[in-house]
């Protein structure tokens, strides 16, 4: 059964800094590009970054909103999937979820995770 | 970047109706368009990927199409469980853009 968990989630001050993980079951992870999405509370969904596979050398692709600002890497002898946060702002209250991508026409996301809240607030 | 627009916004059905929801790309996208539910309070699912093939394990009351800009995503004999939101996806081009969302309410 495919399962990805969160975790890492939780209180932090604007211009602080959080990194949430997130650990993969189920399949071979190495083979998968990943993503994180976030949903601000009431509102829709929002791409946040991918990171790819190592055949295609671990690049990534961020949104406008959080580059510069996030990272996203991955330890596939882990099976582990984070995202650093620097510089969070008030506007980066979000639930964020990690999602599997798979190439099937295009690299689509196939599973999601239950996601994690991160709240910044003072 | 790619916006997405999703029409409607909001509608109401009742159980064993049949619903439409339309799509719209800023640009073309080829057929790189993915459709997602998110039940209230719950993780998205999956549903559709290049804009007509279904996920697995998602059922054939759910179906896609549509190309270039402009796709909708049709529910058959709706079901409790599928009134939701619904949101499109277009991966086409970074960065990936979701719609707005559309809410499926029960009459």
């Known amino acids: 059964e495919v399962q990805l968990v969160e975790s890492g989630g939780g209180l932090v001050q604007p211009g602080g800094s959080r990194r949430l993980s997130c650990g993969v079951s189920?399949?071979?992870?190495?083979?998968?590009?990943m993503d994180w999405v976030r949903q601000a509370p009431g509102k829709g969904l929002e791409w946040v970054g991918r990171i790819r596979n190592k055949p295609n050398r671990y690049t990534t692709e961020y949104a406008a909103s959080v580059k510069g600002r996030f990272t996203i890497s991955r330890d596939d002898p882990r099976n582990s999937l984070y995202l650093q946060m620097n510089s969070l702002k008030t506007e980066d209250t979000a639930v964020y979820y990690c999602?599997?991508?798979?190439?099937?026409?295009?690299?689509?996301?196939?599973?999601w995770g239950r996601g994690i809240l991160v709240t910044v607030s003072s | 970047d790619i916006q997405m627009t999703q029409s409607p916004s909001s509608l109401s059905a009742s159980v064993g109706d049949s619903v439409t929801i339309t799509c719209r790309a800023s640009q073309g996208i080829s057929n790189y368009l993915a459709w997602f539910r998110q039940k209230p309070g719950k993780d998205p699912e999956s549903l559709i990927y290049a804009t007509s093939n279904l996920q697995s394990g998602v059922p054939s009351k759910f179906s896609g199409s549509g190309s270039g800009t402009d796709f909708t995503l049709t529910i058959s004999s709706l079901q409790p469980e599928d009134f939701a939101t619904y949101y499109c996806q277009q991966y086409n081009n970074y960065p990936i853009t979701f719609g707005q969302g559309t809410r499926l309410e029960i009459k």
């Open positions: 189920g399949f071979t992870f190495s083979d998968h590009y």
């Open positions: 999602a599997r991508v798979t190439y099937s026409s295009g690299w689509t996301l196939d599973f």
